[in-house]
């Protein structure tokens, strides 16, 4: 069902709730009132009778009948009775059928106790009144016909008015649902003609500062986003795609030149061993893309656990010292707390490892005595991580760019790397809720410096 018929039903309803709240109310009143204003008629004619009785000088039969007959009433069905004390009836006056017979004495005892009292049979209703000085039961019944007839007509007016109700609610809750949706019909169609070919196109936000407007905001922000996701994205497969062609292209043409025509032995195994390099710079870029593939989404495929950062960092002199390029690590650990949780961060120890390789790595590579140094501060909430080198440092130009997938700084010998390196290492740490800072000073050296949430406070996702 479609929200704006849904708004519609829960509008009529809410108001057809309230209708028929008011609407019985007005009857549950009314009824209450013309009751009490008939029973209030049944006693002014059973004080008539008793000041008629108190009179023994004036009382006579026929003249209280014809009281009685004249007695204006609002009733087609009356009847008047008196009783003594024995229960005889002393006088009778009716008009109109009537199937009840004499009250009985326990009714007369009872009505005596009551001294006022209302009985209701159908459509009938009998007062017991008991007149104290001359110890007299006056029993009078009659029939609201007028009460019942108003009470019908009302009854008949208020179905119309909720019948009616009915008809402006659900009119005014479709207008005012139309209405109310119109933003969204609009913010609808113009998000449908936004596509990958135009991220551009944003929708037009509206004039009054309310929800809708705060929806195309969000919107248009979502949209800002994508955009930018998509840009970096054709940015970075254009890179790639380049980096990529780059070796093909020249183990191609390399081993175009060599099958012209006969070459020495000498030359196929120059020709072989560039054609090697090549292969490996291919394959070392194909791995370095894989990685940064894995990390480029979001942590909930991760494999995570509890990683101790002291033993991770204690593995980087042997994990350097592999290539035999005579790398050095020195490890400056200031202070070791005694509570080990402070030394945990929750996360992938592979692309932990992985990251603080690469800094280390890039230290050593840039660093002129080939050394990095590596220094572990433990917080109460964030555990710090810095990563030194002594080379020329980065240039202020490039350090806002050093992240950024396939950039080299103008200073980095050529060959020395893919560009992906430290755009993985920030991708990893933010993945770990962490974050990545550089302070370089040309000539003196690079400071990476890497906080990470202990695993009390933090976690991955």
Not at 143 to 153: L, S
Not at 282 to 305: C, E, H, I, K, R
Not at 331 to 352: H, I, Q, T, Y
Request: glycine share 6%; with cysteine.
């Amino acid at each position: 069902m479609h929200i704006k018929y849904k708004i519609t039903l829960v509008f009529t309803g809410l108001v057809l709730c309230l209708l028929g709240v008011a609407c019985s109310v007005i009857y549950y009143f009314s009824y209450n009132n013309r009751r009490t204003t008939f029973q209030a008629e049944l006693i002014s004619r059973a004080l008539v009778s008793a000041h008629m009785l108190k009179q023994p000088a004036r009382y006579d039969a026929s003249l209280m009948n014809e009281i009685d007959s004249g007695a204006s009433l609002s009733v087609q069905h009356t009847k008047l009775e008196v009783y003594n004390a024995a229960g005889q009836r002393l006088y009778q006056y009716q008009r109109g059928a009537s199937t009840e017979g004499p009250v009985s004495l326990q009714t007369v005892q009872k009505a005596r106790a009551d001294k006022i009292s209302f009985s209701r049979k159908g459509a009938d209703e009998t007062l017991f009144f008991y007149d104290q000085p001359r110890d007299l039961l006056i029993v009078v019944e009659g029939r609201d016909n007028r009460g019942e007839w108003n009470m019908q007509r009302l009854k008949r007016i208020l179905l119309l008015t909720m019948l009616g109700g009915l008809a402006i609610a659900l009119s005014t809750g479709y207008l005012f649902s139309t209405i109310l949706l119109r933003p969204i019909k609009r913010i609808t169609s113009e998000v449908q003609t936004i596509s990958a070919n135009n991220l551009t196109q944003r929708i037009r936000p509206g004039n009054a500062s309310d929800e809708w407007n705060e929806l195309t905001t969000t919107l248009n922000a979502l949209l800002d986003r994508l955009q930018e996701s998509f840009e970096v994205q054709r940015r970075f497969i254009s890179a790639a795609s380049h980096e990529l062609n780059t070796p093909l292209t020249a183990i191609s043409s390399q081993l175009d030149v060599a099958l012209q025509r006969e070459r020495s032995t000498p030359y196929y195994r120059d020709i072989m061993a560039s054609v090697y390099n090549d292969v490996r710079e291919l394959n070392t870029l194909t791995q370095t893309l894989l990685q940064f593939a894995s990390v480029s989404g979001d942590p909930g495929g991760l494999a995570l656990s509890p990683v101790r950062i002291d033993e991770l960092l204690a593995r980087l002199p042997a994990e350097l010292a592999k290539p035999g390029k005579g790398y050095i690590v020195k490890l400056n650990f200031a202070e070791v707390p005694e509570d080990e949780s402070r030394m945990l961060v929750f996360g992938n120890e592979a692309l932990l490892l992985t990251a603080l390789k690469n800094l280390a790595m890039n230290a050593c590579k840039y660093s002129e005595d080939k050394t990095a140094i590596i220094s572990f501060e433990p917080g109460n909430d964030l555990i710090l991580i810095r990563v030194a080198d002594h080379g020329k440092g980065i240039p202020a130009d490039d350090l806002p760019h050093i992240f950024t997938a396939f950039f080299r700084a103008a200073e980095a010998p050529h060959g020395t790397g893919s560009g992906l390196g430290l755009t993985l290492v920030n991708r990893i740490i933010k993945l770990h809720r962490g974050s990545i800072d550089v302070t370089s000073v040309p000539g003196k050296g690079t400071i990476f410096s890497i906080s990470l949430p202990i695993a009390q406070t933090g976690a991955v996702g």
